[in-house]
T-cell receptor, first 115, second 111 residues
Framework: EAGVVQSPRYKIIEKKQPVAFWCNPI?????LYWYLQNLGQGPELLIR????????DSQLPKDRFSAERLKGVDSTLKIQPAELGDSAVYLC?????????????FGPGTRLTVL | GQQLNQSPQSMFTQEGEDVSMNCTSS?????WLWYKQDPGEGPVLLIA?????ELTSNGRLTAQFGITRKDSFLNISASIPSDVGIYFC???????????FGAGTILRVKS
């Protein structure tokens, strides 16, 4: 079974430029998460989707970040414009549902460097 | 916000030795999880704990859900070189599925 797929794996951009990350969850997983992982830290939740609905986006900086999950399958996370402090790894995860017993499976992440 | 304190921050052990790490919180969690992250990869779930006092093993790994529900422990017995990586604890409340992660424990194993 294929795991969570993310692309690109690495991205280098200059500040003030836009950038987008793509995630394809495990087939059949209804719940999708985007996490931010700063160097030396654990992942922090940015947004959670139940199917196509964003049910927890309280940690998403909405002035520059946006996300969508059209058709409730794959998802895109966008930053516009990017700032130096956005350099981090952006992880996508998926699970069957939102119960505590539903294991979250993580993708390999996209490492963003903003110059 | 909620924070999990992991210790030690890093550790260096000899191959074959046992290692222990722990995670504490000022808040109660109903689920404790332990993940391992290798360089360039996402975290992978090692052990999940759902009940206070629960002791669960996965091969050489053993984890416990603290009685107070504010802490958890992970032990690795007879460490081997492939145990190298970053170990994260994560707490989860019963409603919804939001994970709160610790900052991680970096494990290095000398062969």
């Amino acid at each position: 079974e294929a795991g969570v797929v993310q692309s690109p794996r690495y991205k280098i951009i200059e500040k003030k430029q836009p950038v987008a990350f793509w995630c394809n969850p495990i087939s059949g997983h209804n719940t999708l998460y985007w996490y931010l992982q700063n160097l030396g830290q654990g992942p922090e939740l940015l947004i959670r989707y139940e199917n196509e609905e964003a049910v927890d986006d309280s940690q998403l900086p909405k002035d520059r970040f946006s996300a969508e999950r059209l058709k409730g399958v794959d998802s895109t996370l966008k930053i516009q414009p990017a700032e130096l402090g956005d350099s981090a790894v952006y992880l996508c995860a998926s699970s069957l549902g939102r119960l505590s017993t539903d294991t979250q499976y993580f993708g390999p992440g996209t490492r963003l460097t903003v110059l | 916000g909620q924070q999990l304190n992991q210790s030690p921050q890093s550790m260096f052990t000899q191959e074959g030795e046992d290692v222990s790490m722990n995670c504490t919180s000022s808040s109660i969690f109903n689920t404790w999880l332990w993940y391992k992250q290798d360089p360039g990869e996402g975290p992978v779930l090692l052990i999940a704990l759902y009940k206070a006092g629960e002791l669960t093993s996965n091969g050489r790994l053993t984890a416990q859900f603290g009685i107070t529900r504010k802490d958890s422990f992970l032990n690795i017995s007879a460490s081997i070189p492939s145990d190298v990586g970053i170990y994260f604890c994560a707490g989860q409340r019963e409603y919804g599925n939001k994970l709160v992660f610790g900052a991680g424990t970096i494990l290095r194993v000398k062969s």
